[in-house]
């Protein structure tokens, strides 16, 4: 098997262990997005002038047909469905692979509307998440940029988010060096970062566990 052979074989390898361990990550923080559409519709589903949105926004649901249509005209609204409809039509892109789409709808959530620090955690978390695995799907280096600007923009003040934070940051820079076919072990950064992980009293055990797998794959794939 010549170089370029083993080189290509590694990245599949790579692909397949860091996106299958990202499925985990994204079907784990999906319940922050249960979470805040409850509580917004607890929030808002009494008030009279929502009532044709939150009718429309359940219908969705319901009927396929309808759903591109009553996503459409939702968006348009001034109110929490308006957010909720992008969120909903997010998880449809994603589920068909459309990254594009959902990365710019990510994006619309975040600048358009004056979002708690939670929330704003929780969509660029999820948003960071998405993308890295969108990079090895497409073998691409297009969403770098884009999964920095999210990372950027989860709240260093909540400590919940500290360990989600890191743990980007490292998949970040691994994802660099994968797509770029850099070397692991010579990288400082990345190095660097995997230390402040697995030394940090703040960082959750489940986090150091698969950023430790990471790592010793990187090594010595």
Same mark, same amino acid.
């Given at each position: 098997?010549?170089? +370029? #052979?083993k080189n290509n074989n590694f990245f599949k390898k790579t692909q397949l262990f860091i996106v299958n361990n990202l499925r985990n990550i994204l079907l784990s923080i999906g319940f922050i997005f249960i979470i805040f559409i409850s509580f917004q519709i607890y929030n808002y589903i009494n008030l009279?002038?929502?009532?044709?949105?939150?009718?429309?926004?359940?219908?969705?649901?319901?009927? +396929? #047909?309808?759903?591109?249509?009553?996503i459409d005209e939702l968006q348009k609204q001034k109110n929490i469905f308006s957010s909720l409809s992008k969120l909903k039509l997010i998880q449809n892109f994603n589920n068909n692979n459309n990254f594009i789409s959902s990365n710019e709808l990510y994006k619309d959530l975040l600048l358009s509307n004056e979002l708690d620090s939670i929330y704003l955690s929780s969509i660029s978390a999820h948003a960071a998440y998405t993308l890295i695995n969108a990079t090895y799907i497409e073998n691409t280096k297009k969403y770098l940029n884009d999964i920095n600007f999210y990372i950027e923009n989860i709240s260093d003040d909540l400590e919940n988010y500290f360990s989600i934070k890191k743990e980007l940051e490292y998949l970040l820079l691994v994802s660099e060096i994968d797509i770029n076919n850099l070397e692991y072990k010579n990288n400082s950064k990345v190095i660097e970062i995997y230390g402040i992980i697995v030394n940090s009293s703040l960082i959750s055990s489940s986090i150091k566990e698969r950023v430790k797998k990471i790592h010793e794959f990187q090594l010595y794939k």
């Open positions: 098997m010549n170089k +370029e #052979d009279n002038n929502i009532k044709k949105s939150s009718a429309q926004f359940f219908d969705s649901f319901d009927y +396929e #047909d309808q759903f591109i249509l009553n």
